[in-house]
């Protein structure tokens, strides 16, 4: 879950809480928007299928658009559009899901 945003420098970071169902301790992250924009391009070139590039439906979640001038009332704005995106993304079948690309951007390392 997205839980909030904050401004470090230039940039503004999201914190992500990863984890804390039953079995499993939560653990927090910080990440830009832009690498959540690398994320989605990433998994939209790896699942043609999902994104729709393929005649299929889009399966895979839309990311909120990138801005030329990010103001904090913009990064508050995307919080919970970030927060949606990854409960989509995180709701999809395994393959997706799961993939290196979603446990790379979630690793706490």
């Given at each position: 879950?997205?839980?909030?945003?904050e401004?470090?420098?230039?940039?503004?970071?999201?914190?992500?809480?990863?984890?804390?169902?039953?079995?499993e301790?939560?653990?927090e992250?910080?990440?830009?928007?832009?690498?959540?924009?690398n994320?989605h391009?990433?998994l939209?070139?790896?699942f043609?299928?999902?994104?729709?590039?393929?005649?299929?439906?889009?399966?895979?979640?839309?990311l909120?658009g990138?801005?030329l001038?990010?103001?904090e009332?913009?990064?508050?704005?995307?919080e919970?559009?970030?927060d949606?995106?990854l409960?989509?993304?995180l709701a999809?079948?395994?393959?997706?899901?799961?993939c290196?690309?979603?446990?790379?951007?979630?690793d706490?390392?």
């Amino acid at each position: 879950r997205v839980v909030s945003v904050e401004k470090h420098g230039k940039s503004y970071y999201y914190t992500v809480v990863v984890g804390g169902s039953s079995d499993e301790e939560s653990y927090e992250i910080m990440r830009k928007y832009s690498e959540f924009f690398n994320l989605h391009m990433a998994l939209i070139e790896s699942f043609p299928v999902e994104s729709g590039k393929e005649g299929a439906e889009r399966t895979l979640p839309f990311l909120p658009g990138q801005k030329l001038l990010v103001t904090e009332s913009v990064a508050k704005a995307r919080e919970p559009e970030l927060d949606l995106y990854l409960v989509e993304l995180l709701a999809m079948p395994a393959v997706v899901s799961a993939c290196p690309l979603v446990t790379r951007f979630l690793d706490p390392n």
